[in-house]
């Protein structure tokens, strides 16, 4: 595949990204090949000297939200982000958030297994993300030596024709993803109320979607009074501003994503529990200086 179809191909399959490469002409050769399993999207991309980057300019344009595993495969890539640099040799891999900038980066031919997925699938405190993005997962080493082949078993299922899509096939693929990045996040010297706090950010996070999530049912699943729970969340307006302005994040991303572009506003704002349209647009407007309708044109 030459490379301007490989660029296109590859943007459509994952997200928007701009990409260069230093190959002569005619002497690039990349290859994509994709599928699906439940929520996750998996591929193996292959091409030679090539640079990717993922600018605030292109997320402005289109944030649908994903995180994605990249398993180096052959030879080598680096994967920046947060200003940190993963090199990753073959059975090496690093997680990475399409909602931040990075870049990757390889100097010669490749090959990159990549596993994308929404970001509330990962099975670790939301805060935990932006310690671990970017850093060397060895697939030789912890838990990583439990997840690199799994996933390698995974990508010979996709080239083989393979295509499960049982939900606990699914479940098990996050959940050895999510062991391997807990493994590496930090867990030191944290306080009783930041333990709980994530706990609780978690909760809404998985939750967003109930109308009647609230205060006092976050405090039930922590096992605590709802007044320490607003204290916990007191420096980010309390409980309820939390929950609205992670609802309105989620309906700001999905407004611009042209995958829902069919999706109308009533049905958008009610998958993220805002039950009330009016209501939605007027929070929404108040948060973004822009009403829900003119936040989806500006991003068309």
């Not at 990717?52 to 495969?73: E, M, N, Y």
């Not at 040799?89 to 990757?104: C, N, Q």
């Not at 009647?212 to 976050?218: E, F, H, I, Q």
Request: glycine share 8%.
């Amino acid at each position: 595949m030459q490379f301007d179809r490989w660029r296109e191909e590859v943007s459509a399959a994952f997200v928007p990204l701009d990409a260069s490469s230093s190959a002569s002409d005619g002497c690039f050769d990349g290859g994509l090949h994709s599928g699906s399993m439940g929520s996750l999207h998996i591929s193996e991309v292959s091409g030679r000297c090539v640079d990717v980057r993922r600018t605030r300019a292109v997320i402005r344009r289109s944030d649908p939200g994903l995180v994605k595993v990249g398993v180096q495969l052959r030879g080598r890539g680096v994967v920046v982000q947060r200003d940190r640099e993963a090199v990753l040799e073959p059975g090496d891999f690093a997680v990475y958030d399409t909602s931040e900038p990075y870049d990757l980066h390889f100097a010669s031919d490749f090959a990159m297994f990549v596993l994308m997925f929404p970001r509330e699938s990962l099975k670790i405190r939301p805060n935990d993300l932006s310690h671990v993005s970017a850093l060397r997962i060895k697939g030789d080493d912890g838990v990583g030596s439990l997840v690199s082949p799994f996933l390698a078993g995974l990508r010979k299922g996709l080239s083989d024709g393979f295509s499960p899509s049982t939900r606990l096939f699914e479940d098990a693929v996050l959940d050895l993803v999510s062991a391997a990045l807990d493994e590496r996040a930090p867990h030191e010297n944290q306080s009783p109320g930041a333990v709980i706090l994530a706990g609780a950010q978690s909760f809404i996070e998985a939750n967003l979607n109930d109308p009647g999530l609230n205060t006092a049912m976050v405090a039930a699943a922590q096992h605590i009074s709802p007044r320490y729970l607003q204290k916990l969340f007191e420096s980010d307006g309390g409980v309820a501003a939390w929950i609205r302005s992670r609802r309105l994040e989620c309906c700001r991303r999905d407004l611009e994503d042209p995958r829902h572009a069919r999706d109308s506003i009533g049905t958008i704002c009610a998958r993220h529990g805002l039950v009330d349209s009016a209501h939605f647009s007027r929070v929404f407007k108040e948060a973004y200086g822009m009403s829900p309708r003119q936040a989806r044109l500006a991003s068309l």
